[in-house]
């Protein structure tokens, strides 16, 4: 696991953003076997970058699963980047932050709330949590009202975080009709430099984002299933040939599609587990699993962009899994 600090140059690239498999027996434990047959599924298809965060339902997670956790993150290889995250409440991203001390991951996300708040309040507790922790967060704007009502207000804390060094990124996943047009991003550019700036939403904005707003990488949700395909659209991105950056989009829609009408995290659980990538097991409450049904007309979806995938890579270099 790489140790340093998060910098700016790090950020380009894509960030799969996993679930977490877990044991149907034991009470729903950690099944750290087939978490790591994913980790090496998705490291065979060019992906360094792993942030554990809304897929993984770490809102949901106890203090002694985040211990284990941690540990496991702690062990992954030198090259790889392994990213927790906190929260979202204050009380829990301490006692959490307690725990990131004695380990020197690079950095954390700090996992969005709806509890009452504002900019000032949230300012000061970002600030605290991080020094609580030792180290820079990644803060995740999955609305405009993060930092409060005040939208110029919470940008112009966003601002002060990142100047400060307490946030080293920042996930951008505020969705809209167009992702190309997008007021909110624009006024966030303008207090921000864009190498902090990642898009947040998976492949579906993600071309949009690097072509009109040139921000320097992308999570992926699906891109889990298919790395080397996610980690071939960033390529494309990267020396501006859109066509082929929008062919291989698209093949991620239609399970795109699927995570949208059905829940992104709850749907891309169960991909990974129909297509054979790992056996995923249960997920937590307070999110229900998919139905039998709802498995059935995933499976196809799911083994048809896996199957690409493995096309798509080198010859020989096929397996799923460790």
Not at 146 to 155: A, E, R, S, T
Not at 273 to 283: L, N, S
Request: hydrophobic share 45%; charged share 25%.
């Amino acid at each position: 696991m790489k140790r340093v600090p998060l910098t700016p140059d790090d950020l380009r690239g894509v960030f799969a953003v996993p679930p977490l498999a877990r044991r149907a027996e034991s009470g729903r434990r950690l099944d750290f076997g087939e978490n790591d047959r994913l980790v090496h599924h998705m490291a065979a298809g060019g992906l360094t970058r792993f942030l554990y965060g809304g897929n993984a339902f770490l809102y949901h997670v106890t203090l002694a699963e985040y211990e284990e956790l941690l540990r496991w993150l702690s062990d992954f290889a030198d090259d790889h980047w392994a990213i927790p995250s906190v929260g979202p409440s204050f009380g829990r991203a301490m006692d959490q932050a307690a725990l990131l001390r004695r380990h020197r991951f690079s950095c954390a996300m700090a996992l969005p709330c709806s509890d009452p708040r504002d900019a000032s309040g949230l300012e000061a507790g970002v600030r605290e949590i991080a020094e609580a922790a030792g180290l820079g967060l990644i803060l995740y704007l999955k609305d405009e009202g993060n930092f409060g009502p005040d939208k110029d207000k919470g940008l112009d804390v966003v601002a002060r975080l990142v100047d400060a060094g307490v946030c080293v990124g920042i996930k951008y996943a505020v969705i809209r009709p167009d992702p190309a047009q997008d007021p909110y991003l624009e006024g966030l550019l303008r207090r921000v430099d864009r190498r902090f700036v990642i898009s947040g939403i998976g492949e579906r904005p993600a071309v949009a984002h690097l072509k009109h707003f040139r921000l320097p990488g992308f999570t992926t949700g699906s891109g889990c299933l298919a790395p080397a395909l996610s980690n071939g659209l960033f390529q494309a991105c990267v020396v501006s040939d859109w066509a082929a950056a929008e062919a291989l989009r698209s093949r991620f829609i239609p399970l795109e599609d699927k995570r949208d009408a059905g829940g992104p995290a709850r749907v891309l659980h169960a991909a990974l587990d129909v297509a054979g990538v790992a056996r995923m097991g249960p997920i937590p409450p307070f999110v229900s699993e998919l139905g039998e049904t709802q498995r059935a007309e995933l499976a196809p979806v799911a083994r048809a962009l896996l199957a690409t995938e493995l096309e798509s890579r080198p010859s020989g270099e096929t397996r799923i899994g460790a």
